[in-house]
């Protein structure tokens, strides 16, 4: 702990003007000098969440969510469910992070259009049953 040195004059009277009122006193250094008005607890908050800091947390959201969608979408291949709608919602959370996760879409988007587009010309055109 710093100790802080004050100096402390007393107004003098005519008979102590002989004597001398300077003193001094030892105190401790105040916890918290700043108020809550003042803009260093701003200063302090804006250092602690700096763009790169807010990148990052945004980040770990994303590939948290992500994954976590994406992982759903692939035990719902083989459970009861839309694995088909919900992998690719995953792959798209994804994608606004990471490179590999927008080619791994387009590829799934390629392959599904591919998949309806044979669907339709598979059809048998003459379908009068």
Not at 95 to 115: D, G
């Given at each position: 702990?710093?100790?802080?040195?004050?100096?402390?004059?007393?107004?003098?009277?005519?008979?102590?003007?002989?004597?001398?009122?300077?003193?001094?006193?030892?105190?401790p250094p105040a916890r918290n000098k700043r108020?809550?008005?003042?803009?260093?607890?701003?200063?302090?908050?804006?250092?602690?969440?700096?763009?790169?800091?807010?990148?990052?947390?945004?980040?770990?959201?994303?590939?948290?969510?992500?994954?976590t969608i994406l992982l759903i979408g692939i035990?719902?291949?083989?459970?009861?469910?839309?694995?088909?709608?919900?992998?690719?919602?995953?792959?798209?959370?994804?994608?606004?992070?990471?490179?590999?996760?927008?080619?791994?879409?387009?590829?799934?988007?390629?392959?599904?259009?591919?998949?309806?587009?044979?669907?339709?010309?598979t059809a048998p055109k003459d379908s009068a049953?």
């Amino acid at each position: 702990m710093i100790w802080r040195l004050k100096q402390t004059v007393r107004s003098q009277t005519p008979v102590e003007s002989s004597v001398s009122t300077d003193f001094y006193y030892m105190t401790p250094p105040a916890r918290n000098k700043r108020s809550i008005g003042s803009p260093s607890w701003m200063k302090r908050l804006s250092s602690i969440w700096s763009t790169e800091n807010i990148k990052i947390v945004r980040r770990v959201i994303v590939s948290v969510v992500g994954v976590t969608i994406l992982l759903i979408g692939i035990a719902l291949l083989v459970l009861p469910g839309p694995a088909f709608i919900v992998i690719p919602v995953g792959l798209a959370i994804l994608a606004t992070e990471y490179a590999w996760a927008r080619r791994w879409l387009k590829k799934v988007r390629r392959m599904a259009s591919n998949v309806v587009g044979g669907r339709s010309r598979t059809a048998p055109k003459d379908s009068a049953v």
